[in-house]
């Protein structure tokens, strides 16, 4: 029934993303852009010029429920959305009491989303057009959390989203020359976010794997709170109608994260997920300097000279395995540092951690893959966000990594340096 609803709405509200501003008004001398500045203004940064903007075209499927959940955006609120998909991109914002959408902002021509030059312009543009106390950003798209870009049109080696540009494949996520397209580097990303003179209050990931601890270092000055998935998640992404209801308003950005998680697991969404199981957490980065500063502390008192670190049975969201290009197992960072230090040491690693991750859940049992039935199992040390733990099997098999050598890559993350990794012989 409720797919049946969705269907039936999309003729009417997603017209209003793809073609044209709305035709309502709020009266006389109506205008979308505000005359003041709200209290939070919401972006949401959709690179869908890949897999997701094809076929199933899921960015479509959330404007339904951006418009769904435009009932409850209150007025000093602004609900600003970016698209970039076969079309050329185009921004919208979302009003209270209005059937579609208000265009605000078209491009002339095509833009990369992954280039951080596009993100700072959208994110410049929202701060002059859509003035607020405070901001969120939400980032939706393809994502492999810290891993090298196959991509190296940028510097930098930490991947976001894909951009198969004009001339590529979208269904096949490869660009005019055939390799897979774009991505945006996370140091480049909190750049592009700083020199638009932006400081956000949340920034969340719709997007796979993004709750890794080099991610959220990496973003620790630009945001208050990164909320994300450390695992692969579906297309579906969160639910766009509670997110606007519940989470990205809410005076504490953590709900944003409950409402995922909810949705997913026990909601709206919990027919669609199935089985699957979920994952998410809430990373409050201004306790993450004294997570490493602590991490450093402990970590080389276990770790000598580059000794191999035994991970066996330790929990993972991701198997390490050729149809995932062999991308490195994401270790839950808590099962992990419980693998790797004593007891009194964890439980002092611990209770940082915990400061530093306000709320995390994870199903008790969640799909990995690559096969129907791969499924991992939580254990009691569990902590909802990932971290890259090196092993001399990634630079043997770095020739058939999509990624590369990933503990090179990893010596180039700021939480190798600052978490101690680099006295350990790694």
């Not at 030059?117 to 798209?141: C, H, I, N, R």
């Not at 997007?207 to 994300?228: F, K, N, P, W």
Request: hydrophobic share 35%.
């Amino acid at each position: 029934m409720k797919r049946h609803f969705l269907t039936t709405l999309a003729a009417s509200l997603v017209l209003g993303l793809t073609t044209s501003c709305s035709d309502d008004a709020d009266g006389p001398g109506f205008t979308p852009f505000p005359d003041e500045a709200g209290d939070r203004t919401v972006l949401v940064y959709v690179s869908a010029q890949n897999s997701l903007g094809t076929g199933t075209q899921f960015q479509k499927k959330d404007s339904i429920e951006m418009s769904l959940g435009a009932q409850y955006i209150d007025d000093n609120d602004r609900f600003i959305v970016y698209i970039d998909d076969a079309e050329n991109p185009r921004m919208y914002r979302f009003v209270k009491g209005q059937r579609a959408p208000y265009l605000v902002r078209t491009f002339a021509r095509d833009a990369n989303s992954s280039d951080p030059e596009t993100l700072k312009d959208v994110l410049a543009w929202t701060k002059q057009y859509f003035p607020s106390e405070e901001y969120g950003l939400v980032m939706w798209s393809h994502s492999d959390g810290w891993l090298p870009a196959p991509n190296k049109n940028y510097r930098g080696n930490r991947a976001f989203g894909i951009d198969t540009g004009e001339g590529g494949n979208m269904a096949w996520d490869v660009d005019i020359t055939g390799q897979m397209g774009a991505s945006m580097d996370i140091d480049d990303m909190a750049q592009a976010i700083s020199d638009a003179g932006v400081h956000l209050r949340f920034l969340f990931f719709d997007s796979c794997l993004m709750q890794c601890i080099e991610s959220s270092y990496a973003l620790r000055h630009v945001t208050d709170y990164v909320l994300a998935s450390p695992i692969p998640t579906p297309g579906y992404g969160t639910h766009y109608t509670n997110e606007l209801r519940y989470g990205f308003f809410s005076d504490d950005p953590v709900d944003a994260a409950r409402t995922y998680f909810s949705d997913v697991t026990s909601g709206n969404y919990a027919e669609l997920y199935g089985n699957d199981g979920f994952a998410f957490a809430a990373v409050k980065t201004s306790e993450l300097e004294d997570l490493a500063a602590v991490t450093a502390s402990l970590l080389p008192r276990y770790v000598r000279n580059g000794a191999q670190i035994d991970m066996t049975g330790v929990m993972a969201y991701q198997p390490y395995v050729y149809n995932y290009y062999y991308r490195p197992e994401f270790y839950d960072l808590g099962s992990a540092m419980h693998r790797i230090l004593g007891p009194a040491d964890y439980a002092v690693w611990r209770r940082q951690f915990d400061r530093a991750v306000p709320y995390m859940d994870v199903s008790k049992s969640y799909w990995v893959g690559p096969g129907a039935y791969n499924y991992f199992t939580r254990d009691e040390y569990y902590c909802g966000v990932s971290g890259f733990i090196p092993d001399i099997k990634y630079t043997d098999n770095a020739s058939a990594c999509l990624y590369g050598d990933l503990n090179e890559a990893f010596r180039q993350t700021e939480w190798y340096q600052d978490a101690g990794w680099a006295a350990t012989g790694w």
